[in-house]
Protein backbone atom coordinates (compact mmCIF):
# COMPACT_ATOMS: atom_id res chain seq x y z
CA UNK A 1 0.00 0.00 0.00
CA UNK A 2 1.58 3.24 -1.15
CA UNK A 3 -0.15 5.48 1.63
CA UNK A 4 -2.50 3.72 4.54
CA UNK A 5 -4.72 6.45 5.08
CA UNK A 6 -5.61 9.64 2.81
CA UNK A 7 -7.12 12.57 3.38
CA UNK A 8 -8.82 14.79 1.07
CA UNK A 9 -9.63 18.71 1.75
CA UNK A 10 -12.76 18.91 -0.49
CA UNK A 11 -11.52 22.67 -0.88
CA UNK A 12 -8.43 21.55 -2.35
CA UNK A 13 -10.92 18.86 -4.83
CA UNK A 14 -12.04 20.27 -8.36
CA UNK A 15 -14.98 19.09 -10.65
CA UNK A 16 -14.33 16.80 -13.72
CA UNK A 17 -16.32 17.21 -15.98
CA UNK A 18 -15.13 15.19 -18.63
CA UNK A 19 -17.16 11.91 -17.76
CA UNK A 20 -18.86 9.68 -20.59
CA UNK A 21 -21.53 11.97 -22.10
CA UNK A 22 -21.35 14.65 -19.67
CA UNK A 23 -20.90 16.77 -22.61
CA UNK A 24 -24.55 16.13 -23.99
CA UNK A 25 -27.19 17.79 -22.81
CA UNK A 26 -29.21 16.00 -20.47
CA UNK A 27 -26.55 13.89 -19.23
CA UNK A 28 -24.17 16.90 -17.69
CA UNK A 29 -22.11 15.56 -13.90
CA UNK A 30 -19.23 15.82 -12.51
CA UNK A 31 -16.39 13.37 -10.44
CA UNK A 32 -14.27 16.01 -8.04
CA UNK A 33 -10.70 14.60 -8.77
CA UNK A 34 -8.61 13.21 -6.98
CA UNK A 35 -10.71 10.54 -6.20
CA UNK A 36 -9.55 9.10 -2.23
CA UNK A 37 -7.85 5.70 -3.15
CA UNK A 38 -6.37 3.25 -1.14
CA UNK A 39 -5.21 -0.66 -2.75
CA UNK A 40 -8.93 -1.60 -2.94
CA UNK A 41 -11.39 0.94 -2.28
CA UNK A 42 -11.95 4.71 -3.60
CA UNK A 43 -14.57 7.23 -2.97
CA UNK A 44 -15.14 10.38 -4.74
CA UNK A 45 -17.72 13.15 -4.63
CA UNK A 46 -20.08 13.24 -7.98
CA UNK A 47 -22.16 16.63 -8.87
CA UNK A 48 -25.25 16.47 -10.87
CA UNK A 49 -26.92 20.01 -11.84
CA UNK A 50 -30.63 19.84 -11.84
CA UNK A 51 -32.77 17.76 -14.32
CA UNK A 52 -29.30 15.70 -15.41
CA UNK A 53 -29.20 12.10 -15.70
CA UNK A 54 -26.23 9.44 -16.33
CA UNK A 55 -26.55 7.18 -18.95
CA UNK A 56 -26.95 3.31 -18.22
CA UNK A 57 -23.77 1.99 -17.27
CA UNK A 58 -22.55 -0.89 -14.46
CA UNK A 59 -18.99 -1.06 -12.46
CA UNK A 60 -16.56 -3.89 -11.99
CA UNK A 61 -16.78 -3.21 -8.33
CA UNK A 62 -19.32 -3.25 -5.73
CA UNK A 63 -21.41 0.37 -5.20
CA UNK A 64 -22.33 2.91 -2.03
CA UNK A 65 -23.99 5.76 -2.56
CA UNK A 66 -24.46 7.90 0.15
CA UNK A 67 -26.75 11.22 -1.35
CA UNK A 68 -25.60 14.46 0.69
CA UNK A 69 -27.93 16.87 -0.87
CA UNK A 70 -30.78 17.15 -3.17
CA UNK A 71 -32.84 14.30 -4.92
CA UNK A 72 -31.98 11.65 -7.17
CA UNK A 73 -33.82 8.43 -8.31
CA UNK A 74 -32.21 5.40 -9.35
CA UNK A 75 -33.85 2.85 -11.84
CA UNK A 76 -31.88 -0.73 -11.99
CA UNK A 77 -31.69 -2.88 -15.26
CA UNK A 78 -34.84 -6.01 -13.19
CA UNK A 79 -36.94 -3.05 -12.83
CA UNK A 80 -36.54 -1.50 -9.09
CA UNK A 81 -36.94 2.03 -8.50
CA UNK A 82 -35.86 4.15 -6.01
CA UNK A 83 -35.46 7.87 -4.90
CA UNK A 84 -32.83 9.04 -2.20
CA UNK A 85 -33.14 12.23 -0.54
CA UNK A 86 -30.28 13.65 1.21
CA UNK A 87 -28.38 11.43 3.86
CA UNK A 88 -29.58 8.41 2.29
CA UNK A 89 -27.65 5.47 1.71
CA UNK A 90 -27.84 2.94 -1.69
CA UNK A 91 -25.54 -0.48 -1.77
CA UNK A 92 -25.42 -2.73 -4.50
CA UNK A 93 -23.57 -5.39 -5.85
CA UNK A 94 -20.89 -5.23 -8.77
CA UNK A 95 -22.36 -5.85 -12.27
CA UNK A 96 -26.10 -4.23 -12.12
CA UNK A 97 -26.90 -1.74 -14.57
CA UNK A 98 -27.89 1.40 -13.27
CA UNK A 99 -29.01 5.05 -14.24
CA UNK A 100 -29.51 8.00 -12.06
CA UNK A 101 -31.24 11.16 -12.44
CA UNK A 102 -31.33 14.50 -10.88
CA UNK A 103 -35.55 14.81 -9.86
CA UNK A 104 -34.41 17.56 -7.13
CA UNK A 105 -34.96 21.43 -7.85
CA UNK A 106 -31.02 22.12 -6.67
CA UNK A 107 -27.75 20.10 -8.01
CA UNK A 108 -27.48 16.54 -6.28
CA UNK A 109 -24.22 15.73 -4.33
CA UNK A 110 -23.34 12.62 -3.61
CA UNK A 111 -20.46 10.43 -2.25
CA UNK A 112 -19.76 7.09 -4.43
CA UNK A 113 -17.56 4.88 -2.72
CA UNK A 114 -16.32 1.76 -4.92
CA UNK A 115 -14.89 -1.59 -3.14
CA UNK A 116 -12.63 -4.48 -5.15
CA UNK A 117 -14.41 -7.41 -6.49
CA UNK A 118 -12.68 -9.39 -8.30
CA UNK A 119 -9.49 -6.68 -10.09
CA UNK A 120 -9.02 -3.33 -9.42
CA UNK A 121 -9.42 -0.26 -10.39
CA UNK A 122 -12.68 -0.75 -10.81
CA UNK A 123 -14.25 -0.34 -14.35
CA UNK A 124 -17.22 1.65 -15.33
CA UNK A 125 -18.88 0.17 -18.60
CA UNK A 126 -21.52 2.19 -20.36
CA UNK A 127 -24.43 0.62 -22.21
CA UNK A 128 -27.01 1.52 -24.96
CA UNK A 129 -29.68 0.81 -23.18
CA UNK A 130 -31.32 -0.78 -20.37
CA UNK A 131 -32.59 -3.93 -20.15
CA UNK A 132 -36.88 -4.13 -20.55
CA UNK A 133 -38.94 -4.33 -17.54
CA UNK A 134 -40.65 -7.03 -16.98
Not at 82 to 104: K, Q
Request: hydrophobic share 40%; glycine share 6%; charged share 20%.
Amino acid sequence: MEKPVVHLKFSDLRPHWALKGAQTPGFARAAYAPAAELTKTSARYILMPRGQSSPPHHTTSEHIIVLLEGSVAFEFEFGEECVMGPRDLLAFASGITYRYTNVGDCDAFLLSVQGCVDSWPPKTIYVDTMKPKE
